[in-house]
Nanobody, 121 residues
Framework: QVQLVESGGGLVQAGKSLRLSCGAS????????MGWYRQPPGKERQLVAT???????GYADSVKGRFTISRDHAKNMVYLLMNSLKAEDTAVYYC???????????????WGQGTQVTVSS
């Protein structure tokens, strides 16, 4: 279906910055929106940020003003620049893509394997 490869996670001190990267590829789907989920320890997965094909970005209230999502269409990449990291940002971060199947035109959404971000206070 869609191959997603995430990178950039790690252990950082609170107040520091980190950039996550995700490369997406598919021969059977058209990718319209890309974004990031995260799942903190013991909590459910939550949507962090999205960016449309046209470049319109949206953010969860908890990360507004600190995180920036960007996209490189030529490279099929999406990035999440995380500034002023807090302990509450500790989570497994998942790259997500939304689009439709090229043949059936049915919508889809999927996500990658995840990358761990740990913020020490």
């Amino acid at each position: 279906q869609v191959q997603l490869v995430e990178s950039g996670g790690g252990l950082v001190q609170a107040g520091k910055s980190l950039r996550l990267s995700c490369g997406a590829s598919s021969t059977v789907f058209s990718i319209d929106t890309m974004g990031w989920y995260r799942q903190p320890p013991g909590k459910e997965r939550q949507l962090v940020a999205t960016i449309t094909r046209g470049g319109s970005a949206g953010y969860a209230d908890s990360v507004k003003g600190r995180f920036t999502i960007s996209r490189d269409h030529a490279k099929n990449m999406v990035y999440l620049l995380m500034n002023s990291l807090k302990a509450e940002d500790t989570a497994v971060y998942y790259c997500t893509v939304r689009g439709y199947h090229l043949a059936s035109h049915l919508p889809f959404e999927t996500w990658g394997q995840g990358t761990q971000v740990t913020v020490s206070s």
